[in-house]
């Protein structure tokens, strides 16, 4: 027999090898296998097993990695369309489908040592003091860990070997598993009674969950299946509910509903909404009963050991409901029955490095593909998913209330120009959200304070000869940090000192200047106008440690903090009873972005941060300070007017031809010299005109630079494709960055459905 394998190196090539007499049984497509490669050993995966092969001479395969095939045929025909759809080699999609800690063998099970007592055969021997005091420890336990033992009797290994040698003890290595939410205790909950939303809700989805199962029982029978039933008119919900209205209810109970029809479940969240509460929430409706399973995690704070164990529960089948972050998609769930992906319009689902893939659009062809149900859930939902209901591909449900009835903020916009007086710039603070500030300090309420740009000034200039401190790697000004006293480039991380003279040699002036804010700044102007209040600032300055973000917030839950202020970072899934204001300093600053993006972002940040107040007994205030204060996407969010922003922004893309209109393919071209970057995007544009007259319904836009042309010191040069037709556009693009002839200095990605256009 032989064994077709892919080689992490990408080559885009398979490679036979022959499957040796020793490993025959072991090796299945699927299966992870070291294989010699010229001189070297390289890792891979079994994508076939055959007959007979075309090549005479094959190598051995020469180990198989676990004990099972770590690629199940489900998820390695997911990871070929990645690399079909996304432009990458098939080798970089199927790298990407296992976690690192599972594809290398060296961070495998942790053995442990055990020590277990054995039977005693004949006269029991007369032992030295320290030998017998550990018998009669191992005799009472009969069996223990030996690290255990060690600490218990306070003695060495040496002195258990003795026994080991005595044969009164045995000494065993035994896999224990690594279970990272050891220390939580988990109280088991019941589902709840749903509100008649949510009950319509979750009728909706299991009837499409009952509907994928009358069309796999009937096929068992033989029978054919109607169309309608094969492919569910749509099993594809888009769940819109504002925070608090009971969407994870409804997950809950659609999960409850997989696991009684014997099939399990992914639940995808944002990696910063991944925190123990909402890992609780989950482990313990399914902590006891009937449908009683382990609940596998996955996400990047984990260590390897913990990520591989987690992993292995769920290929075991133990756990069957997994819950993670973006590459959780992947999981060896099986059978797979439902697909939930919370906060579904966060731009953190999209890797953005190769595999491009963006994890919703990956869920829904995965649930595709094995006949599960897919649940996009979000208060402010995608453009792309909203025109997908309008369009039928997906069923729109609305939880347009929060459970329990609370109303929505109240949104104050206040128009930033007016503060401005003569000579002065803009505050900070406008007086109104000063005043509001002020109430709540009085009535012993909590303030929440939102500006998305950390650091205390964003840019130093000098007034006399223009000159502005820029990162020597990229083109951005440096921020100012104060409390670090040092200049520093968000883009690369570059640091420099602060000058105390303008660095013109010709200029020297004293006075420079230090313009734009921060949330240092923030932090300052809001200490001195309350010297009494408590502030705590958020930020990924602030943030350094693991346990940071937890200290924090739990600080604010008990009412430690009077304020909290902070960058997106606490924009997301906080609940505050105590919370009756929010303020947001800069609210049209995501608006003057080069990106089409940029009113839909504004909407759904503000909207998430507004979302913030008033969730206890006090209806909430939010004051949102903007130049532009009539911008659709702020005015809009003031009146929580979700479908009348998304109609107008449709039409928008609409007339320019934008997703969801069209779908988007952006080439970048990076190097160090920009006139050879410049030149290859020129190159490269002719090379596309050629080849796409035959594929209609293409625009080409460009080369330009990128909206942010050099970074960490690479030149960067983008062109932009449109099409309504992606696939036949990623077949011509994946054939022709294989032969595409670029200098070497010279690099080319592709990026498909790009959510960050930078
Ligand atoms: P979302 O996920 O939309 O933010 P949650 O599911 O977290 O909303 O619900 C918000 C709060 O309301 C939670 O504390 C939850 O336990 C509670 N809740 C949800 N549904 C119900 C219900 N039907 N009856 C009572 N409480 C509920
Ligand atoms: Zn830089």
Not at 180 to 186: G, Q, R, S, V
Request: proline content about 6%; aromatic content about 6%.
């Amino acid at each position: 027999m032989i064994a077709r394998v892919s080689l992490e190196i990408a080559l885009r090539k398979e490679f036979d090898y022959s499957i040796p007499a020793a490993l025959a049984g072991q090796v299945d497509v699927g299966s992870r296998v070291q294989v010699p490669f010229g001189p070297r050993k390289i890792l891979g995966v079994v994508t076939a097993v055959a007959e007979e092969s075309g090549h005479a001479n094959l190598k051995p395969i020469l180990k198989v990695i676990g004990a099972q095939t770590l690629v199940t045929p489900k998820v390695l025909k997911l990871a070929r369309w990645i690399g079909e759809y996304y432009c990458c080699a098939p080798e970089t999609a199927l790298k990407s489908v296992l976690p690192e800690a599972v594809r290398k063998e060296d961070a495998g099970w942790r053995e442990r040592l055990y020590v277990r007592a054995l039977p005693v055969v004949g006269e029991f021997p007369k032992l030295p003091k320290r030998q017998q005091e550990v018998w009669n420890v191992i005799e009472e336990r009969r069996e223990l860990p030996l690290a255990e033992l060690l600490e218990l009797t306070q003695t060495t290994a040496a002195t258990v070997r003795k026994l080991e040698d005595r044969r009164l003890v045995e000494i065993t290595a035994e896999i224990s598993e690594r279970d990272p939410y050891a220390k939580e205790t988990i109280l088991a909950t019941l589902p709840l009674v749903v509100n008649p939303a949510q009950a319509v809700a979750l009728a909706k989805i299991t009837a499409a969950m009952d509907d994928g199962e009358d069309g796999r029982l009937k096929m068992e029978d033989g029978q054919r299946r109607p169309s309608t039933i094969l492919h569910p008119p749509s099993s594809t919900f888009l769940l819109h509910g504002v925070t608090g209205s009971g969407k994870t209810e409804v997950y809950l109970q659609a999960i409850e509903h997989a696991l009684a029809q014997g099939k399990g479940a992914i639940v995808l969240v944002p990696e910063i909404s991944l925190t123990p509460q909402t890992v609780e929430r989950f482990k313990a409706r399914f902590s006891s009963g009937k449908l009683q399973t382990l609940v596998a995690v996955l996400h990047s704070h984990l260590s390897a050991g913990e990520r591989h164990d987690e992993w292995h529960k769920i290929r075991d089948g133990r756990a069957r409901i997994v819950i993670g972050a973006r590459s959780a998609i992947f999981a060896p769930v099986e059978p797979l029955g439902l697909i939930i992906v919370d906060e579904e319009h966060e731009h953190s689902y999209k890797q953005e490095e190769a595999p491009r893939y963006h994890a919703r659009d990956v869920a829904i062809m995965r649930g595709q593909m094995e006949n599960a149900v897919v649940v996009l859930g979000s208060a402010t939902p995608s453009l792309e998913s909203y025109a997908n209901c309008k369009k039928g591909k997906f069923t729109l449900l609305d939880l347009p209330e929060r459970v329990d009835n609370q109303k929505m903020p109240h949104v104050r916009v206040v128009d930033m120009r007016q503060t401005v007086r003569d000579g002065k710039g803009p505050p900070i603070f406008s007086p109104q959200l000063k005043e509001a500030i002020t109430q709540r300090l009085e009535r012993g309420e909590q303030t929440i304070l939102f500006l998305n740009r950390r650091g205390y000034s964003t840019s130093l200039q000098c007034p006399k000869c223009g000159y502005v401190a820029e990162c020597p790697n990229c083109s951005v000004s440096l921020t100012y940090h104060r409390t670090e006293q040092k200049l520093s480039c968000h883009i690369c991380g570059h640091n420099e000192k602060v000058p105390a003279v303008c660095p013109e040699p010709k200029c020297k002036n004293p006075a420079i200047r230090f313009a734009g804010t921060g949330t240092q700044k923030v932090e300052e102007v809001l200490t001195k106008i309350f010297p009494k209040a408590r502030v705590k600032r958020m930020d990924a300055d602030t943030m350094k440690r693991k346990d940071d973000y937890r200290r924090v917030l739990g600080d604010f839950r008990v009412g430690k903090t009077d304020i909290l202020l902070g960058t997106q970072m606490i924009a997301k899934g906080l609940h505050f009873p105590n919370v009756t204001l929010v303020g947001i300093i800069y609210a049209d600053m995501a608006l003057h972005q080069p990106d089409f993006r940029a009113g839909e972002r504004t909407f759904q940040l503000l909207t998430q941060v507004a979302g913030r107040a008033g969730r206890g007994d006090v209806e909430g205030e939010v004051f949102v300070q903007a130049f532009t204060p009539f911008h659709p996407a702020i005015q809009f969010a003031r009146r929580h007017d979700f479908v009348g922003f998304y109609e107008q922004e449709l039409e928008f893309r609409e007339q320019l031809k934008y997703p969801p209109f069209s779908r988007v393919a952006l080439l970048t071209l990076k190097g160090r010299n920009e006139e050879k970057v410049k030149f290859s995007a020129e190159h490269l544009k002719r090379e596309l005109e050629k080849k796409l007259t035959e594929l209609k319904d293409v625009t080409l836009a460009g080369p330009a630079p990128a909206p942010l042309l050099r970074a960490e010191n690479f030149y960067r040069y983008q062109i932009m494709l449109r099409t309504r037709a992606m696939s036949a556009l990623s077949r011509e693009l994946a054939k022709m960055v294989e032969t595409l002839l670029l200098p070497d200095d010279v690099t080319l990605a592709v990026d498909i459905d790009p959510v960050d256009l930078g």
